[in-house]
Structures are given as C-alpha cells and as structure tokens.
T-cell receptor
Framework: EADIYQTPRYLVIGTGKKITLECSQT?????MYWYQQDPGMELHLIHY???????EKGDLSSESTVSRIRTEHFPLTLESARPSHTSQYLC?????????????FGSGTRLTVV | QKEVEQDPGPLSVPEGAIVSLNCTYS??????FMWYRQYSRKGPELLMY????GNKEDGRFTAQVDKSSKYISLFIRDSQPSDSATYLC?????????FGGGTRLMVKP
C-alpha cells in the first residue's frame, strides 16, 4: 500500500490554465522531491524540499513552483499550463539521511496540456 | 558527462534467461548503490541496495558493486515476463540519489 499519494492520476487541461498537482505522504519524511519524466525517458529533478518552509530548484529548469507549509504536503503549481508541460510528474520522499531506504515514489500524475 | 551512465536498451531476452544490467558512475563519494524498478506508467520502486563494494542477493536478484572500477551490476536469474520493466541504478553519498537514465528490459514468454 502506497504511503505517498499523488492526485490526480491523470489530468487533461487547456493551455493557460492554472493547475496544482497534489502530493502527500504519511511517513513523516523530512525530504520531498518532484521529478518530471517523459515516456521512456530519464527522471529530471525539478524541485525538492528538506523540510517545512524549505524549497529548492532542481537540475531541470521548470516554470512550476512548490510550497512546503506542512511536513506531509508538497504541492506543485503551474501558473499557466502550456503544451510543453505535458509529461509525467512524480513525487517522492525520504528520511533525513537517505541511507538504505532511498526514496519512496508516488504513482505519478500524467499531465496533458492541449 | 553524466555522473551515472546506463545503456537505455531495450534489452530483449527469452523467459528463463540470466539478465545483466549495468551502470558506470564517476563520483567516488557514492556509498549506497540502489536499484529501482519502474513499470510502465508507474513510479519507481526500490528493488534492492548495496552498501559499498561487494555482492548482495535477494531471491532471483543479485546486486554487485565494484568501487575500484566504478561499476554497478544487477543480475536477474530465471527471468520472468513480469520482470519486464525499466531498471534504474541510483547511487548516493547519503544526501540525494543520482539516477541513471534506466535500462528497459523486455522478457519474452
């Protein structure tokens, strides 16, 4: 049973709309991450957080923003969706020291912008 | 050059074959070496990990690390169609995982 939840699983939305992808975890993990992954392609880190009120940009430039007001919640927002944002977005979390447990991933949100 | 390199495949094998999946890396500080499995349209799931050099076995899966050559391997014995997925190596030095690009494996019945 997944301990990290992403909603919605699938989203089709028009260009210019504002959207928020939700991610919640019940494990009390301090660290959370957002990855973008096109089909058959590698993972790209777009945002991460080491705790409440801490957010950092990842390796891939992204027009999205994130917030971390509560430990368990790490939403990602696109102010104005474009077709180039069409992709799968994966949320993950980990303990303070990544150690032997690595990351736990959610099932992802598949976003299509038309 | 990327910190972690993986052959993207696809690698196609018949059911029952022994599969070898490999990664090379450049960061000598890596201490944990993780393998993730990702089924189509799903998030990656942790398959197994190895700490430092050596081998680790878990059922049909064996992970192997050679730190002297910076080479990571995952062996799958008696491969099954259900093993068809993308396998990502992900070493780290205790802070953040560095993912390889993944190797797509197809096991044909």
């Amino acid at each position: 049973e997944a301990d990290i939840y992403q909603t919605p699983r699938y989203l089709v939305i028009g260009t210019g709309k504002k959207i928020t992808l939700e991610c919640s975890q019940t494990m009390g993990h301090d660290k959370m991450y957002w990855y973008q992954q096109d089909p058959g392609m590698e993972l790209h880190l777009i945002h991460y957080s080491y705790g409440v009120n801490s957010t950092e940009k990842g390796d891939l430039s992204s027009e999205s923003t994130v917030s971390r007001i509560r430990t368990e919640h790490f939403p990602l927002t696109l102010e104005s969706a474009r077709p180039s944002h069409t992709s799968q977005y994966l949320c993950a979390s980990s303990e303070g020291g990544v150690g032997r447990y690595g990351y736990t991933f959610g099932s992802g949100t598949r976003l299509t912008v038309v | 050059q990327k910190e972690v390199e993986q052959d993207p495949g696809p690698l196609s094998v018949p059911e029952g074959a022994i599969v070898s999946l490999n990664c090379t890396y450049s960061n000598s500080a890596f201490q944990y070496f993780m393998w993730y499995r990702q089924y189509s349209r799903k998030g990656p799931e942790l398959l197994m990990y190895t700490y430092s050099s050596g081998n680790k076995e878990d059922g049909r899966f064996t992970a192997q690390v050679d730190k002297s050559s910076k080479y990571i391997s995952l062996f799958i014995r008696d491969s099954q169609p259900s093993d068809s997925a993308t396998y990502l190596c992900a070493p780290h030095a205790g802070n953040m995982l560095t993912f390889g690009g993944g190797t797509r494996l197809m096991v044909k019945p």
